[in-house]
């Protein structure tokens, strides 16, 4: 995706409340509070349709259908973001583990994990959670 319009690279910023107004409980838990679902209950863990996965929060494309693969591990698995610029990674000391976490760069909300166990195209998986992203279908368009 093209990132080259300064427009794009402006900070969604809302207050917590705003973003709990406009969220579904589960989605503010996730994206505002660093929540995780539960392993194969979120709505696109095993969808295969082509399309893109939006920032449920802010609608920055974030992972095309095109990366995503079955990791087996129960979340949305993809082998990388749509565009490099659209995610932000930082270490995750929390829950006892060293972990690194997956942001959305515009608006700062919590998408999940990278992990370096992913298949050939980059050993990168990116195990995200169904209530952090919006999927548009391709067709959806048309
Ligand atoms: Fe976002």
Not at 40 to 66: H, I, Q
Not at 84 to 92: F, M
Not at 100 to 120: A, I, M, N, Q, Y
Request: charged fraction near 30%.
């Amino acid at each position: 995706m093209m990132s080259d319009d300064a427009e794009c690279d402006k900070k969604v910023t809302k207050s917590e409340s705003e973003w709990r107004d406009k969220l579904s409980p589960e989605g503010y838990h996730v994206l505002r509070e660093k929540g995780t679902e539960r392993a194969f209950t979120g709505a696109y863990w095993d969808l295969k349709v082509n399309g893109m996965y939006r920032c449920a929060a802010c609608g920055e494309p974030l992972f095309s259908s095109e990366t995503k693969y079955d990791s087996g591990s129960g979340w949305p698995s993809f082998y990388e973001p749509a565009d490099a610029n659209s995610v932000a990674e930082q270490a995750d000391h929390s829950h006892g583990m060293i972990r690194t976490e997956v942001s959305c760069r515009k608006c700062d909300s919590h998408l999940g994990h990278v992990f370096p166990d992913g298949p050939p195209q980059s050993g990168l998986r990116y195990c995200i959670n169904s209530a952090s992203l919006a999927f548009e279908a391709d067709d959806a368009e048309s």
